[in-house]
């Protein structure tokens, strides 16, 4: 049996966690600092919304993207969607030193890295537990996934202090270097007895039939179940931070007088009330689910008016325990489609999870720049703390959401009580 945390000790594993540390913090400053050298292009608002519709509407491709993955070697995989990154950044302080930057240029490089990255991040998923077993396959991903939650506050923060010390376009080279050394980190993996996936011989039209077929047989699986509605709670509150998050660098600068670290701020804020809600999740767990979803999304709604009315420190605060809510949704439902979904369906449903909860991500980051163009940044951040008091409100007034026991006592599937019951008259 493997000892406690013997991962750590596992050379590739380390490998995977440095880059995995090294490409945290590449990301939180390439998107603070290219949405703000949007804003500073073009001092409008509705690019932001341009911008970050072209970084969600990467993550609704990820379904498309991620099967790509079936058709390069692990490490080969990880080395080139990381050098093809870092060359796409490097376009852009060479842009601006030579011909000048668009802002169409950076939208597009935004766009085409978020991409990458849907492309990158199901080979790390699917190499870790090859690396580590499937005994310390959870503690594993636990660490993995605590380094990425806490370096994007750490370097989300740094990324506003970094734009306003040396600007955006030079803090954008410097990501470029950091992804050129996840690179460079990845050509010490020794994992060639594990790249089964490389060279495969099935056609590529094959694979994406049988891809569309299964994602079908996940649609259908789910139709009669919870599990719609928990998309649509998801989808409702992602359209609602997309209307906010769009406007939050413009929100940012007016807030602290045009001070630019203070959108790295606000965003490290957000991300560490997610974070304090991925940790609190078991604490809460044993909460009747539905009662904790209409109480903290009502609470999570006035903190965030008052984020917009407030002064910028104090507004801050209360953005960051305004995001705890968001902690425990993704978490809780997670949680319990791992659980009750069968294991040859996980996949495909936490698949169609994924992608149709940024579904209307980029529909709401359009909104959102359109509403702060017109009238003030303001007035989106509003909306979304009013959008999640109509959330909770709406969760009330269904009584099967209303009345949901504590999750791990919530079914999912209607026939699982049945299936319970002739189980117990068998007995």
Request: include cysteine.
């Amino acid at each position: 049996m493997a000892t406690e945390r013997a991962f750590l000790r596992d050379r590739n594993f380390q490998i995977i966690m440095a880059g995995v540390f090294i490409q945290a913090a590449a990301g939180g400053i390439y998107l603070i600092t290219g949405m703000l050298l949007v804003i500073q292009l073009t001092g409008s608002v509705l690019y932001s919304g341009f911008a970050f519709f072209a970084i969600s509407s990467a993550n609704v491709l990820a379904f498309l993207i991620a099967p790509l993955a079936n058709y390069t070697g692990y490490k080969r995989g990880l080395m080139m969607s990381n050098l093809i990154k870092a060359l796409l950044l490097l376009v852009i302080p060479i842009a601006y030193a030579t011909t000048g930057l668009n802002v169409w240029v950076v939208i597009g490089i935004l766009f085409l890295t978020s991409l990458i990255n849907q492309f990158a991040y199901p080979i790390v998923s699917t190499l870790v537990p090859k690396v580590v077993g499937d005994e310390q396959i959870v503690e594993a991903n636990a660490y993995l996934q605590t380094v990425r939650e806490a370096m994007d506050i750490v370097f989300i923060a740094a990324a506003g202090i970094l734009a306003a010390l040396i600007g955006s376009v030079t803090a954008i080279g410097i990501t470029a270097v950091l992804v050129l050394l996840t690179v460079i980190c990845y050509l010490f993996l020794d994992i060639a007895d594990l790249e089964e996936s490389a060279g495969t011989d099935h056609r590529f039209y094959r694979h994406l039939k049988n891809y569309a077929t299964d994602l079908t047989g996940g649609v259908t699986y789910i139709r009669q179940s919870l599990i719609p509605k928990m998309m649509m709670s998801i989808v409702f509150v992602n359209v609602t931070m997309a209307v906010m998050l769009t406007n939050v660098p413009a929100f940012s600068l007016m807030k602290a007088n045009g001070l630019e670290a203070a959108y790295g701020f606000y965003m490290a804020a957000l991300s560490l009330g997610i974070l304090l809600g991925t940790i609190l999740s078991p604490k809460v767990k044993t909460v009747p689910f539905g009662r904790l979803i209409i109480v903290t999304f009502a609470m999570t709604g006035l903190l965030w008016i008052g984020t917009a009315l407030a002064p910028w420190v104090l507004s801050m605060i209360l953005f960051s325990i305004g995001a705890i809510s968001i902690g425990f949704l993704n978490i809780l439902i997670f949680s319990s489609v791992q659980r009750q979904v069968e294991s040859v369906y996980i996949g495909r449903v936490v698949t169609l999870l994924t992608s149709s909860a940024s579904l209307g991500v980029p529909v709401g980051a359009l909104i959102g720049g359109v509403i702060g163009e017109a009238y003030s940044p303001v007035v989106p951040i509003l909306i979304a703390g009013i959008g999640m008091v109509v959330f909770s409100l709406l969760w009330m007034k269904q009584a099967i959401l209303r009345t949901l026991p504590a999750i791990e006592n919530v079914r999912l599937f209607p026939e699982q009580k049945q299936e319970a019951g002739s189980d117990a008259a068998q007995v």
